[in-house]
């Protein structure tokens, strides 16, 4: 069973960085896509960033694009998000997930494809 456990939310004013981590377990995640995904208050869950185990594939959306970087650390199979830049829009829970996938662009491209999911983090940018 795939456990992701977040951490590194909390409170930032506007224009600062933090980094998010999420610990994962239970599987062999050779051939796993890892994502970044956000729910803002009264807002459905996005899309924010995935990456391949490897970390040889990544893909933003574009509102996080040339701010936020997704990476991996394949020797304590935990990925990262380094968030720079950041923005009131910004607040949000964010969440780790896991797609058993090898087709990288076939899951970015159908999100839904993640089906594993951590418990989120809070993150709140302040004005």
């Known amino acids: 069973q795939v456990q992701l456990l977040e951490s590194g939310g909390g409170l930032v004013q506007a224009g600062g960085s933090l980094r998010l981590s999420c610990a994962a377990s239970?599987?062999?995640?050779?051939?796993?896509?890892m994502g970044w995904f956000r729910q803002g208050p009264g807002k459905e869950r996005e899309f924010v960033a995935a990456?391949?185990?490897?970390?040889?594939?990544?893909y933003y959306a574009d509102s996080v694009k040339g701010r936020f970087t997704i990476s991996m650390d394949n020797a304590k199979n935990t990925v990262y998000l380094q968030m720079n830049s950041l923005k009131p829009e910004d607040t949000a829970v964010y969440y780790c997930?896991?797609?058993?996938?090898?087709?990288?662009?076939?899951?970015?491209?159908?999100?839904?494809?993640?089906?594993?999911w951590g418990q989120g983090t809070q993150v709140t940018v302040s004005s």
């Open positions: 239970g599987r062999t995640f050779s051939s796993y896509i």
């Open positions: 990456s391949s185990w490897s970390g040889g594939s990544t």
């Open positions: 997930a896991a797609a058993s996938s090898s087709n990288f662009a076939i899951t970015v491209m159908f999100p839904r494809r993640f089906d594993n």
